[in-house]
């Protein structure tokens, strides 16, 4: 039994550091739901740029692309992203489902990296849209 569940500590162990290797953001790169809310209540987001990649466009003042594990919306992004400038800090989003199992925000931040966007940010979102955002009350696209 103790051998069992080693090996089942060794194979969760694996897997999670499989899972952050395919992450292509840091932690650092994680922007707190709480501190996004506030800049925009305190109208400080003029030098921010706020791209939900999922399949609607909830946070406040925040432009929506569409779900970017659909090779169209990818490519809506790039268009979108090719007149902003590099240091320009962005901040996507998607809250469809948890982190570990969206399809969007993986291709959408890879693609932020590749085009050399110096300050990009992933809205720290773990659970949902719903949880993480809405039922906090901060602002929306209402």
Known sequence: MKYL???ACLVCSIFSQAQQKQDPWKDSQLMDPALL??????QKTNDLVIIS???EAIVKGSVDIGPTHEPENLE???????????????VIYC????FVKCPNIRPAFALLMELGFKNA????LPKNIKTDWLDKNYPTND
């Open 5 to 7: 569940f080693i090996i």
């Open 37 to 42: 809310a506030s800049r925009i209540e305190n």
């Open 53 to 55: 990649v999922g399949p």
């Open 76 to 90: 809506k992004l790039r268009n979108y992203l090719k007149d902003i400038p590099k240091n320009r800090e962005i």
């Open 95 to 98: 809250g469809c489902c948890p």
């Open 121 to 124: 940010k992933l809205l720290n």
